[in-house]
Structure formats: C-alpha cells, structure tokens
C-alpha cells in the first residue's frame, strides 16, 4: 500500500528473520528485505553478476550479503562491493508502528553496478 511520500508498506517487522533476507515485489521490482542487529535494510535482490535473483537467499556477515551463486559480496547499507566497486541498489526503510515501509525509488547515494 502506497503511502504519501512514496514509501511502501511492505511487511510487518514479525516477518524479517535477523539475519535472513526476505524477498518482496514492489512495483515489479524484486527487494530483499534483511535485518541485522535490530535494523533493517532493502536492496535489490538481482545480483549484478548473471542477474540472479538471488541476494535474499545469502549470508550476511559484518553487515555483508553473499550472493549464494559465486559469492559476491553487497554491503546492506551502501550495495557497494568489499572492494568499493558499485553493486546493488539500495532503499530507504522505515518502521512506523512495526510496519516496514520501504521508498520505491533507489536511494541517492546507492552505489549501483
Ligand atoms: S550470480 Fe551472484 S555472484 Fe554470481
């Protein structure tokens, strides 16, 4: 459901495990929802290498995902790569009474490849 400022409720904070990601489909694009130490984070769930659709099934590790496929490496905050490179788009989140709502729109500083 779309709020005023263009962020979307996309799920109640009971249904994003710490440390796993969760996939959720906003405005046809595929976002991997993950929480870790209390916070939540979005970023597109395409990994760049061969576009797999597959970032929410990896493992997080110092605030780091692991594409399950090859194991490239996204930081959850940035979508940057360990080595700086661009990687995925990243997305503003929000909880407002244990709803998490996420801005469709990437986020100005994401670091994309
Ligand atoms: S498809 Fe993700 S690292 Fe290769």
């Known amino acids: 459901m779309r ?17 796993e990601g969760t996939v959720k489909i906003i405005n046809d694009e595929e976002i991997a929802i993950f929480r870790v130490k ?16 597959l970032i929410a099934e990896g493992c997080v590790e110092n605030m780091y995902v692991s594409c ?6 996204f930081h959850l905050e940035t979508g940057a790569m360990p080595n700086g490179l ?7 989140v929000r909880v407002i009474d244990d709803e998490i709502h996420v801005r469709v729109q ?3 500083d994401s ?3």
């Open 111 to 113: 670091i994309e490849w």
């Open 106 to 108: 990437e986020r100005r």
């Open 38 to 53: 209390g916070k939540y984070y979005a970023v597109s769930n395409i990994c760049p290498h061969q576009h797999s659709p």
């Open 68 to 73: 399950p496929l090859h194991g490239w490496q």
């Open 86 to 92: 661009p990687g995925l788009k990243t997305f503003d």
């Open 3 to 19: 709020d005023d400022d263009e962020f979307i409720r996309v799920a109640h904070v009971r249904e994003i495990t710490e440390d």
